[in-house]
């Protein structure tokens, strides 16, 4: 079936720092979303690429989706205490299923 | 957000009892979704529900046996678990089939099978 992995796993950074994670999935996808998930909460829908090479950004947080929708990177430009959380990208295949990667967790101290 | 509620927040249940998860979206969403997480796995989506009708049940053990009464709630009836089973189960809603629209979770129930 489908996998969805990520890469890193964990990572540390100082505050100010930039972080990136990346995700590879198995099968050609149909789309892919990003997910934040905070200590203790819920996964929280950050946004969803479609097309092949898109690039998005949301303020300090740039999303792309690569050429062969096989795979996506979300990066973190100058990263903050609370951007601490998980991060999880999730692909479209087929209709009803979404694939949710295995996540990389940031922790960012000051 | 209050999108998405779940009951009981916490749960503690032995092998033997019966216990249901209650889900309910307030979003007019048509797709509903059970998942579990587990520490150090990732998110293993369980049960899909759109417009009441079961699409697709994950190979979970028949000791989860899920319920859709209508769109807007979900249950999880649980009986005779294993200690493997303990772990947060998250309630999810889509407008439509997630492949195309955004989840939106509620805030989880975390299950102790003792």
């Known amino acids: 079936g489908q996998q969805v992995m990520q890469i890193p796993q964990y990572q540390h950074v100082q505050e100010g720092e930039d972080f990136t994670t ?5 099968t050609t996808l149909s789309n892919i979303q990003w997910y934040k998930q905070r200590p203790g909460g819920h996964p929280v829908f950050l946004i969803q690429l479609v097309k092949s090479g898109e690039v998005k950004k949301q303020k300090r947080l740039t ?3 690569g050429e062969a929708k096989k795979n996506s990177s979300l990066h973190i430009t100058a990263t903050q205490t609370t951007d601490v959380g998980t991060y999880f990208c999730a692909g479209g295949g087929t209709a009803s299923k979404l694939t949710f990667g295995t996540g990389t ?5 000051l | ?3 998405v509620t779940q009951t009981p927040r916490h749960l503690v249940m032995g092998m033997t009892n019966k216990k249901s998860l209650k889900c309910e979206q307030h979003l007019g969403h048509n797709a509903m979704y059970w998942y579990k997480q587990s520490a150090k796995k990732p998110l293993e989506l369980m049960f899909v529900y759109s417009l009441e009708e079961r699409v697709e049940n994950n190979s979970v053990p028949s000791r989860f046996s899920p319920e859709c009464p209508n769109s807007s ?3 999880l009836h649980l009986h005779t678990l294993q200690p493997e089973d303990s772990a ?3 309630c999810a809603s889509s407008q439509g089939l997630a492949g195309v629209y955004e989840q939106y979770f509620g805030p989880g129930t975390r299950l102790t099978v003792t």
């Open chain 1, 22 to 26: 990346y995700c590879n999935s198995s």
């Open chain 1, 63 to 65: 999303f792309q989706f």
């Open chain 1, 105 to 109: 967790r940031l922790q960012v101290t």
């Open chain 2, 1 to 3: 957000e209050t999108g």
């Open chain 2, 73 to 75: 709630h979900l249950f």
């Open chain 2, 88 to 90: 947060l189960y998250l």
